[in-house]
T-cell receptor, first 113, second 113 residues
């Protein structure tokens, strides 16, 4: 049972444009959502997170939007840069004190110069 | 640089053997979680240790076991290795209750032949 889904395995975006990565989830009990970026041969690097009580969180070029009714979140990267090329994972956990992450399968983002 | 270190980075084992992977958590973190990432998949939660006790387990058989030490470092042990155990094993450290501080190490690549 895949509780967190990233339905786009790959995405290509022109440098300078907006990258939008999507994530859907099925478990309405998830309390907190995180986005990680992963380069080959490295561990995931934390990017940005959002609590289930919010609908938007912004950090520099990265913004995460949460639509609880649709059980959907998205990561926006503006402007996209070549260094953003990586695999992006969406993850979620049930509640603080129970931070066991459930991950999606990832989306490979390629920024075209 | 997350402050989470894992060893070894790469290893090759034969089916039926046993392996021990190690993780040093970030200073100040009291919780360590282990994840398995197979090729093309998102990381899957194996188990978590908090204050030297197992604090939740994913869908992995008992031949996957672990330890957490008083300094919060941790080991993952896998007995009777199978070919399907070939994967990247990731350690994540965090402070229990502060879910936005989950940081990953670079991982240990295990190949079972």
């Amino acid at each position: 049972d895949q509780q967190v889904k990233q339905n786009s395995p790959s995405l290509s975006v022109q440098e300078g444009r907006i990258s939008i990565l999507n994530c859907d989830y099925t478990n309405s009990m998830f309390d907190y959502f995180l986005w990680y970026k992963k380069y080959p041969a490295e561990g995931p690097t934390f990017l940005i997170s959002i609590s289930s009580i919010k609908d938007k969180n912004e950090d520099g070029r990265f913004t995460v939007f949460l639509n609880k009714s649709a059980k959907h979140l998205s990561l926006h990267i503006v402007p996209s840069q070549p260094g953003d090329s990586a695999v992006y994972f969406c993850a979620a956990f049930l509640n603080f004190g129970n931070e066991k992450l459930t991950f999606g399968t990832g989306t490979r983002l390629t920024i075209i110069p | 640089e997350t402050g989470v270190t894992q060893s070894p980075t790469h290893l090759i084992k034969t089916r039926g053997q046993q392996v021990t992977l190690r993780c040093s958590s970030q200073s100040g973190h009291n919780t360590v979680s282990w994840y398995q990432q197979a090729l093309g998949q998102g990381p899957q939660f194996i188990f978590q240790y908090y204050r030297e006790e197992e604090n939740g387990r994913g869908n992995f058989p008992p031949r996957f076991s672990g330890l957490q030490f008083p300094n919060y470092s941790s080991e993952l042990n896998v007995n009777a290795l199978e070919l399907d155990d070939s994967a990247l094993y990731l350690c994540a450290s965090s402070f229990q209750g502060a879910g936005n501080t989950i940081y990953f190490g670079e991982g240990s690549w295990l190949t079972v032949v």
